[in-house]
């Protein structure tokens, strides 16, 4: 039972080329009703995967399902595993396989409260839907993956897990956990042909950044050295390649999007 996309002769091939590496593969986007996720999904679509589109809202998921060739139209909520379980069942059920995840389901949690005047309750929540949702993702998707020795899994972290935002615990913590998550992940399953690695962006601009007064924009770009936010197609086309079969040396790694922000 072979189930990796392509064999690796002795010193490496050409790498696949850009446009259909995801031919004949499944992959799973969590979170694709909205931003990063209904980019990242548009993305693998069009370069050849079949695409599960999983989201806690069903509308928004079945709308970007409809724009996509090849697509599945999946509601879960990372915070129950019986659904995550049941949506990538499904995606198996229709490509045999699940060779890959992209996780960007994510929530704020509590803004602009200091830590010693923060929400308990809201906290766990958003905890529970950043951090223990991601470990359910890895969960199930390790699960389906193992029997064929092949998997790619990547977890949208964020800038904030690195460094810390004021005024954001929940949001900061969880991400850091995420980051920590994958580096103990990627050893765990270092030699079973699945690899787990972590995205921190900084800044992209979605609709949600629109929806912020000016002066937040301004102060979360002045930290950016490119002097601008990232864009949807630039977080795309970094977790596309993350989650490809030429992503196949690194794991329990941290990938950085953030316009030079971060060196490390
Ligand atoms: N946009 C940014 O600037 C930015 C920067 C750094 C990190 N991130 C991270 O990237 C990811 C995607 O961000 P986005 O800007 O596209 O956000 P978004 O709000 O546009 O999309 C998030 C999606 O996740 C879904 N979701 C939320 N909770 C869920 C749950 N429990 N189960 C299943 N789905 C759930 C939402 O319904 C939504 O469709 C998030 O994890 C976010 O923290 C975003």
């Given at each position: 039972m072979t189930s990796a996309p392509s064999s690796t002769p002795r010193y490496g091939g050409r790498?696949?080329?850009?446009?259909?590496?995801?031919?004949g593969q499944t992959v799973a986007v969590i979170g694709a009703g909205s931003g990063i996720g209904a980019a990242t999904a548009a993305l693998l679509a069009d370069r050849g995967a079949r695409v599960a589109c999983v989201d806690l809202n069903s509308p928004a998921v079945a709308r970007t399902a409809a724009a996509l060739p090849n697509a599945l139209a999946l509601t879960a909520d990372v915070t129950a595993p019986d659904t995550v379980d049941a949506a990538f069942d499904a995606a198996v059920q229709a490509g045999g396989q699940l060779h890959a995840v992209v996780n960007c389901a994510g929530v704020q949690g509590e803004l602009g409260v200091p830590s010693h005047e923060v929400d308990l309750g809201r906290f766990e929540a958003a905890v529970r839907t950043n951090l223990l949702g991601a470990l359910v993702v890895t969960r199930a998707a390790v699960t389906r993956m193992l029997p064929h020795g092949y998997g790619r899994i990547a977890h949208v972290a964020s800038i904030a897990g690195k460094e810390g935002n004021p005024n954001m615990v929940a949001y900061s913590a969880s991400k850091a956990g995420v980051i920590g998550m994958v580096k103990a992940q990627g050893k765990e399953y270092a030699r079973t042909g699945i690899t787990v690695n972590a995205l921190a962006p900084a800044v992209i601009r979605t609709p949600f950044l629109d929806s912020q007064p000016d002066e937040v924009v301004r102060y979360m770009t002045a930290k950016i050295p490119m002097g601008r936010t990232g864009t949807l197609p630039e977080a795309a086309s970094m977790l596309a390649f993350m989650v490809s079969?030429?992503?196949?040396?690194?794991?329990g790694f941290c990938f950085d999007l953030s316009g030079g922000r971060a060196t490390y």
């Open positions: 790498p696949e080329p850009l446009g259909a590496e995801f031919a079969s030429a992503c196949a040396f690194t794991t």
